[in-house]
């Protein structure tokens, strides 16, 4: 491959320049490799998705990302089929709301800016693995890359192609964008609305935004048969939705993680390497099996990516399946954690929305997890302790009672 003078060779090669493709892309072309970034649509575009951005991406990304989220969320408002609510603030924020259009044009203006070429509206058709390194064929052209990351979404062509007989499993998302106004928002400043008995096996939101709510049901378990049924049902028991019109929705698949695509040594059944290709992002379906975020686990995938690029670049002993490594101890343990509680919040949610005004330190602690303070596995181990020891408080003073 390396004796055709005539085809650039590029340091590595980015298919898809979402927040996964382009936090790699800028990585790589800060520490001087030459990367070629290819996306299929062009930025700034309009992406369904509920923009949520755990606040734990503080830890991650540079403080100017900011000036493009569109509202911090500081509680959230937990409803059961738009009865009960409950509200939860806290004093620091637990998440930042962001629009995908103005997010991603971001992070590719940040790659742009730091030497990433960038090719917009050229869809990759085919790439294949070479002796020592990736070709990649668009209608444009023919490209050739020391190393391919595939960051191209729930539908990648990198995974088909690359990683045949890898596992899929999307879920089914609809949502809709209202625009409001420069009217108080709905369900409070600061708040989002989650109601984890609007779906069968899922939660749906209410996510405000800059003069707009997004407004979505998910399916997070299996068995969303019929999402528009559900979503119409979830707009017109939602109360404080009735003085605007709803649009259409638009629907998107989720590429769950899945604790059924692991072994029993804890790999994937087809890996997040192959050869010189990795898979981040959604199209390495890292989402949280929880309540879906993926942008978070988008960019932590990209970073993770870039670090085994540059260690391998800078010693020849080291293996691109330091990145799956990294994954696997860093993300898939937490998911296994967060996999436990969503099969138990789903499989029972109205006995789970019963315990959070009985038991609010929990969602406190749950905010630690938002925030990066708390993980999944510390998060499971003390809510654990700590409804134990309220139960044990209960029986004794129902026996001092007696």
Request: aromatic share 10%; charged share 25%.
């Amino acid at each position: 491959m390396l004796t055709l003078p005539e085809v650039k060779v590029y340091d590595a090669l980015v298919v898809g320049m979402g927040p996964a493709g382009a936090t790699a892309a800028y990585q790589l072309s800060r520490a001087g490799l030459s990367v070629l970034g290819l996306d299929k649509a062009t930025h700034p575009r309009y992406k369904v998705c509920g923009g949520g951005l755990s606040a734990r991406i503080d830890r991650i990304l540079e403080d100017d990302y900011k000036s493009v989220v569109e509202h911090t969320i500081y509680g959230i408002q937990f409803s059961y089929r738009g009865a009960d609510p409950f509200f939860l603030d806290s004093s620091s924020p637990i998440a930042y709301m962001v629009m995908r259009d103005r997010f991603d044009h971001f992070l590719v203006e940040k790659a742009r800016q730091v030497g990433t070429e960038v090719h917009e509206d050229e869809p990759v058709t085919s790439c294949r693995q070479l002796h020592d390194g990736i070709e990649v064929t668009t209608d444009r052209g023919r490209y050739l890359a020391k190393v391919l990351i595939g960051a191209d979404g729930a539908n990648s062509v990198v995974a088909q192609q690359l990683f045949p007989g890898r596992r899929s499993r999307r879920m089914a998302t609809l949502e809709s964008e209202v625009p409001i106004g420069p009217v108080p928002h709905y369900p409070g400043i600061g708040r989002a609305l989650i109601d984890i008995g609007a779906t069968p096996k899922g939660y749906a939101w209410i996510f405000p935004k800059h003069e707009r709510l997004s407004i979505g049901v998910g399916d997070l378990r299996g068995g969303l048969a019929s999402p528009k049924k559900i979503f119409d049902q979830f707009v017109r028991g939602e109360k404080g939705l009735a003085p605007w019109n709803v649009p259409h929705p638009v629907g998107h698949p989720l590429p769950l993680f899945s604790e059924h695509n692991l072994t029993e040594d804890n790999r994937e059944s087809s890996e997040l390497v192959n050869g010189r290709a990795l898979l981040v992002g959604d199209a390495a379906h890292l989402v949280d099996p929880l309540f879906g975020e993926g942008i978070y686990y988008a960019v932590r995938s990209g970073q993770l990516a870039a670090e085994s690029i540059l260690n391998q670049a800078h010693d020849r002993a080291r293996s691109l399946d330091d990145y799956e490594r990294a994954v696997r101890q860093e993300i898939y343990e937490e998911f296994r954690v967060a996999v436990r509680m969503a099969s138990l919040l789903y499989s029972y949610p109205r006995f789970c929305h019963s315990l959070i005004p009985r038991y609010p330190h929990i969602v406190t602690l749950y905010y630690d997890v938002l925030r990066g303070h708390e993980t999944y596995r510390s998060f499971y181990v003390r809510a654990k302790s700590m409804i134990k020891t309220s139960f044990k408080e209960l029986l004794l003073e129902a026996v001092s009672l007696r």
